[in-house]
């Protein structure tokens, strides 16, 4: 407990101690979030009624998606999991401990936005304060999941890059958080569904803001629960120790079944 | 690798030498279980290295040639998270010893390749363990760094600790290693002590003397079991493969001719000279 302790107090640290970290955990979602408030509020008035779940996904998206995997490869191509190894710090706390401490620095930006965003922008609060905290909690294990399963498969951080932005734009663009999932055209909306910020988006609306949603937020729900649990199995058991011995439990392509939820998802929905 | 086995005593301190791409790195990462082996029988303590890996966690001590820290951790964090991994306490004292006092606060991206290596080595031996690996230890260690960790290797010993250490600085193994084995090709070569090693070799022993006047200055003297002869800096260099017998009969001839000895030196053949002949590489030297 005392190491588990330690290696979380150390990683909480790191979040804010590496810049790179701190610009993506904090200063990078809160300032698209008063860019975008301030813009968006005269654009699109709509965009204030999902202002604060649309911007605390954002923050998750940067927090995990973005920012989570680079630091742990570029620990693995340095030999830090090697020296990990060697004095018994177990591949579940390296895949686990970032991504809660992600999780945490996620908590603080989501109080800030929570609380700002009814003040500065006139956003309507959630009203159901314990579906809010369980569909964050969901939202970030499986946007956390997906970090850590592109960490575990990338060669190195332009790989990151790639995989992240293949997550980010599309959430941005079609995840519901700038335009509504219910008026997306058919197509796009079906792709729209193979993305975790549309069902967080909708269970947000469904769960925390008691608004009518375009499907039952329990899906939503289920399919974000069930896509954490398959990214964070699959990380583990394709979590390789450093660049030199690669000796994988699996291809790197079983990452695709982290999907599947999602594929069922957009199938089914 | 390729067939090969050794087996190493407790409280011995056992080197690895061989030139780069012998297998020593691969040799010890199958021990230390970061690398599994296709085939062979490996234990450490009785544990085997790739099954038991957890039990294997506190029984050893590794620096490892290629590793890493994260970049913002610092010296006194560093120490702290892998003794908590190891469960014991923290042990600052070893930073001081090792001259990492003054650094504590440092991040780890800040200090020099010599207290990085430092640090890992401390980071190593804080758990005590009773088997400690070592390689390449001194690589990037200025002269009075490299004689504490001389000292703290003799001291780990007389613990009882089992030192394996993969070396280039044959000086090193020779001062330190009980045993040591050649490794060639992912094969040993040759093992046994620094002493066995230099004596079974077609080394020559070097023999210098000065005298006060020129009795040795003659080329045409000749000594017994010399197989050649040079002149350097006053000193007449003979190279003997008997010395005790060469050395009797250079003083024996000083005398009869009334010349005075000032100095007279014998040098055993080094390991390095050894691992040259060996290695075949003397002649890139």
Redesign the interface.
């Known amino acids: 407990m ?2 588990f302790a ?2 979380f107090s ?1 990683e909480f640290r ?1 979040g804010i ?2 810049k790179t970290l701190l610009l993506m955990n904090y200063l990078f979602p809160l300032g698209l979030y008063g860019l975008l408030g301030f813009l968006m509020a005269e654009l699109n008035p709509l965009f204030v009624e999902t202002m604060i779940p649309a911007m605390i996904i954002v923050a998750i998206l940067s927090g995990t998606v973005l920012s989570l995997p680079n630091p742990l490869v570029t ?1 693995r191509e ?3 999991f ?2 990990y ?5 177990p591949a579940i706390s390296i895949l686990t401990i970032p991504a809660l401490t992600t999780m945490l620095h996620m908590v603080v930006v989501a109080a800030i936005i929570t609380a700002t965003a009814p003040l500065f922008f006139g956003a309507p609060p959630p009203v159901n304060w314990a579906g809010f905290i369980l569909v964050f909690l969901l939202a970030a294990f499986a946007h956390a999941g997906l970090g850590m399963l592109i960490s575990v498969i990338s060669s190195s951080s332009r790989a990151v890059v790639l995989w992240s932005q293949l997550i980010f734009l599309p959430s941005m663009m079609i995840g519901g958080l700038m335009i509504p999932y219910s008026m997306l055209p058919g197509a796009l909306g079906k792709v729209g569904l193979l993305l975790p910020s549309t069902h967080a988006m909708n269970a947000f609306q469904g769960l925390a803001q008691n608004q009518v949603t375009a499907f039952a937020p329990l899906w939503s729900v289920l399919i974000l629960l069930a896509g954490g649990i398959l990214s964070f199995g699959l990380a583990n058991y394709l979590f390789c ?2 660049r ?2 690669t ?1 994988r439990r699996g291809h790197p392509a079983l990452a695709l079944l982290a999907l599947l939820p999602y594929v069922l998802g957009a199938a089914l929905l | 690798m390729d067939g090969i086995s050794f087996e190493v005593q407790r409280g011995e301190i056992f080197g690895l030498l061989g030139p780069n791409g012998a297998g020593k790195t691969t040799t010890l990462e199958s021990l230390e279980g970061l690398r599994a082996p296709d085939g062979g029988i490996l234990q450490v303590m009785g544990v085997d290295p790739t099954r038991e890996s957890r039990k294997l966690r506190n029984l050893i001590g590794v620096q490892l040639q290629t590793s890493g820290l994260p970049d913002s951790m610092r010296v006194d964090e560093v120490m702290r998270f892998f003794c908590a991994y190891h469960g014991v306490a923290p042990n600052y004292h070893l930073l001081d010893r090792l001259g990492l006092a003054e650094k504590m606060s440092a991040q780890y991206h800040t200090l020099s390749s010599g207290q990085k290596r430092r640090l890992e080595l401390a980071v190593a031996v804080a758990h005590t363990p009773p088997v400690v690996f070592l390689d390449e230890p001194t690589a990037g260690l200025d002269v009075p760094s490299r004689i504490e960790l001389h000292n703290l290797m003799r001291e780990l010993q007389t613990g009882g600790t089992t030192i394996i250490l993969a070396t280039h600085d044959m000086a090193e193994a020779e001062k330190m290693a009980d045993r040591v084995a050649i490794l060639l090709r992912g094969r040993i070569a040759v093992t046994g002590t620094p002493r066995e090693l230099t004596a079974t070799g077609a080394g020559l022993t070097k023999v210098s003397v000065l005298t006060e006047g020129h009795s040795l200055s003659e080329t045409s003297v000749t000594f017994p079991a010399v197989s050649q002869q040079a002149f350097k800096d006053e000193y007449a260099i003979y190279y003997s493969t008997d010395p005790g017998l060469t050395v009797s009969a250079i003083i024996a001839h000083i005398e009869a001719q009334g010349d005075t000895l000032i100095d007279l030196r014998v040098e055993r053949p080094s390991l390095e000279e050894r691992f040259l002949e060996i290695t075949g590489t003397r002649g890139d030297q």
């Open positions: 005392n190491a330690n290696h150390f790191t101690r590496d620990a340095a030999g830090i090697r020296s190894k060697i004095n018994g710090v120790w450093d030199l011995n000796t």
